[in-house]
């Protein structure tokens, strides 16, 4: 028997996000620098460095907890959804989603923006489509949507460091995807 890299997409992701956090430990600030996206106030039209952060927010973590609590999720789910979209359509509907939830936390609010759990919600809400036909909403959206998005909408009312909204944005976006993305044959 032999390992196989068999997610790519995933797997490239999650050991991209593991050396980020490590080479923050190295290198104190590099992850907020380059891996966070600033929020409202804090972008500067003519950084370079502000551009970058909206996508590369979703590979820095604040920590181990942080990262291993988003990556257990994109580490089951994101296989089965590689296999049925593709590696490339999927790694697209990251980078989108990454973009998204980016570009909505430095339009709405004023704190910074760090991590894939937009990611973890669009791969959530994706995953229940996958026996999605055509003229047909399948439950299983319908019952992901309350339980995970509606838990988050409730959530937003509390104090947190925890950015509800990339969770409702990424949860939208999987939607989306899931309605208008075809798995590959």
Same mark, same amino acid.
């Given at each position: 028997?032999r ?12 050991f991209?996000s593991a050396?980020v956090?490590l ?30 952060t909206l996508v590369?927010?979703?590979?820095g ?5 942080h990262l291993l609590?988003?990556?257990s999720?994109?580490?089951?789910i994101g296989p089965i ?5 593709g590696?490339r359509?999927? &790694?697209?509907? +990251? %980078?989108?989603?990454? @973009?998204?939830? $980016?570009?909505?936390n430095t339009?709405f !609010? /004023?704190?910074a ?9 669009m791969?959530?809400l ?8 055509r003229?047909?909403?399948? &439950?299983?959206f +319908? %019952?992901?949507?309350? @339980?995970?998005? $509606?838990?988050?909408?409730f959530?937003? !009312? /509390? ?10 944005a990424g949860?939208?976006?999987?939607s989306?995807?899931?309605f ?6």
């Amino acid at each position: 028997m032999r390992i196989k890299y068999n997610a790519p997409t995933v797997l490239t992701f999650a050991f991209v996000s593991a050396a980020v956090l490590l080479l923050s430990y190295i290198m104190p600030g590099f992850a907020e620098y380059w891996f966070m996206v600033p929020g409202r106030g804090g972008f500067r039209l003519g950084n370079p460095r502000c551009w970058i952060t909206l996508v590369t927010h979703a590979a820095g973590h604040a920590n181990w907890a942080h990262l291993l609590s988003n990556f257990s999720f994109i580490l089951l789910i994101g296989p089965i959804l590689e296999e049925i979209y593709g590696s490339r359509p999927l &790694l697209v509907m +990251i %980078l989108i989603t990454a @973009l998204v939830t $980016g570009v909505l936390n430095t339009i709405f !609010f /004023s704190t910074a923006l760090m991590g894939a759990s937009g990611v973890v919600f669009m791969m959530i809400l994706l995953a229940s489509f996958t026996n999605f036909s055509r003229g047909e909403i399948p &439950l299983t959206f +319908i %019952l992901v949507l309350i @339980l995970y998005l $509606g838990r988050e909408l409730f959530n937003s !009312f /509390s104090s947190n460091n925890i950015s509800e909204f990339a969770h409702i944005a990424g949860g939208f976006c999987g939607s989306l995807f899931g309605f208008f993305r075809t798995p590959r044959a």
